[in-house]
């Protein structure tokens, strides 16, 4: 089976940074897109930023609320995307997950995977 594990979360005061990680696997054949979502209580989960690779197109996206703080990057040797997160607010703690878009082998449809979720407080 596919697993996505995220770690790197704790607790951070305003202004400081923290590096989430997340590493997928198992059995996968080929993984396009992965990216990271937060969910606060009471609140839905919104995207954060991803990274996708479509042919010889790749490029990040990222919300609004996190452009010029947070990075998204990937090593595609360890099947792992970070984020680094800069300049965090209050408004930014959440429990963090991972995301990825991939296939378990060459004839396999697509499918989403979700990683258990790390937790980010930013308080002081």
């Known amino acids: 089976q596919v697993q996505l594990v995220e770690s790197g979360g704790g607790l951070v005061q305003p202004g400081g940074s923290l590096r989430l990680s997340c590493a997928a696997s198992?059995?996968?054949?080929?993984?396009?897109?992965m990216g990271w979502y937060r969910q606060a209580p009471g609140k839905e989960r919104e995207v954060v930023a991803s990274?996708?690779?479509?042919?010889?197109?790749?490029?990040?996206d990222y919300a609004d609320s996190v452009k010029g703080r947070f990075t998204i990057s990937r090593d595609n040797a360890k099947n792992t995307v970070y984020l680094q997160m800069n300049s965090l607010k209050p408004e930014d703690t959440a429990v963090y997950y991972c995301?990825?878009?991939?296939?378990?082998?060459?004839?396999?449809?697509?499918?989403?995977?979700w990683g258990q979720g790390t937790q980010v407080t930013v308080s002081s």
């Open positions: 995301n990825a878009v991939l296939q378990v082998t060459a004839l396999s449809y697509t499918k989403t995977y």
């Open positions: 198992g059995s996968i054949f080929r993984i396009y897109d």
């Open positions: 990274i996708r690779s479509t042919g010889s197109t790749t490029y990040a």
